[in-house]
């Protein structure tokens, strides 16, 4: 499977800001691209997902940029919040295939 | 809760042993992923069955096989336990098993001793 990097391994942002994770992809074939949060002991948990026809979707204070030229996509959140401390994964996949992720963000949002 | 289900939450056994995993996907879900999630590799997908075939493999062992019933409930069976395979396994479940939402069940935590 081709790999997805994922960045920064971690952040700390305080309440109210906005974080920042980003992804790059290599197989140019992948056409489907979410993100997945997690907290300590339970499964990933799908946030929000986007497919390359559009560069931007937005749920919530949820939002992915998406740059196909660039193969990246990233996730902001909007007015961040303690209870989004948790573990973010970005993820890609193509046709029927499973998901390659990435290796996660550590995010942190200080009261 | 996202509808999928697993059993069992924690299962601890021995080398050479063999445990199978189990997982009920979201009513109305036909697709089943398997997945492994560790410090060193990460979250890595195993292997999808779609209504009962399989659709995908991933990085999955000659060890480790799976099947998916007619009720479509899964079953991921793991033999010859190595202490590297001690990990957190995940079901997911989607309705076509093509470029839809993955939702994941809690988790099987194996511990091989």
């Known amino acids: 499977q081709q790999q997805v990097k994922q960045s920064p391994q971690s952040l700390i942002v305080q309440k109210g800001g906005i974080p920042i994770i980003n992804c790059a992809y290599e197989?140019?074939?992948?056409?489907?691209f979410p993100w997945y949060q997690q907290f300590p002991g339970k499964g990933p948990a799908l946030l929000i997902a986007i497919r390359p026809d559009v560069s931007e979707k937005k749920e919530g204070r949820f939002t992915i940029s998406f740059n196909k030229s660039a193969k990246q996509f990233s996730l902001h959140i909007m007015d961040s919040q303690p209870g989004d401390s948790a573990t973010y994964f970005c993820?890609?996949?193509?046709?029927?295939?499973?998901?390659?992720f990435g290796k996660g963000t550590h995010l942190i949002i200080q009261p | 809760d996202s509808g999928v289900t697993q059993t069992p939450k924690h299962l601890i056994t021995a080398t050479g042993q063999r445990v199978t995993l189990r997982c009920s996907p979201r009513?109305?879900?036909?697709?089943v992923y398997w997945y492994q999630q560790s410090l060193d590799q990460g979250l890595q997908f195993l292997i999808q069955?779609?209504?009962?075939?399989?659709?995908a493999k991933g990085n999955i062992l000659e060890r480790f096989s799976a099947q998916q019933f007619p009720d479509l409930h899964s079953e991921l069976n793991l033999s010859s336990l190595e202490l590297g395979d001690s990990a957190l396994y995940f079901c997911?479940?989607?309705?076509?098993?093509?470029?839809?939402?993955?939702?994941f069940g809690p988790g099987t935590r194996l511990t091989v001793t």
């Open positions: 997911a479940s989607s309705v076509s098993g093509t470029r839809d939402e993955q939702y």
């Open positions: 069955y779609y209504n009962g075939e399989e659709r």
């Open positions: 993820a890609a996949s193509w046709g029927a295939d499973g998901l390659t």
């Open positions: 009513s109305g879900d036909l697709s």
């Open positions: 197989n140019t074939a992948f056409d489907y």
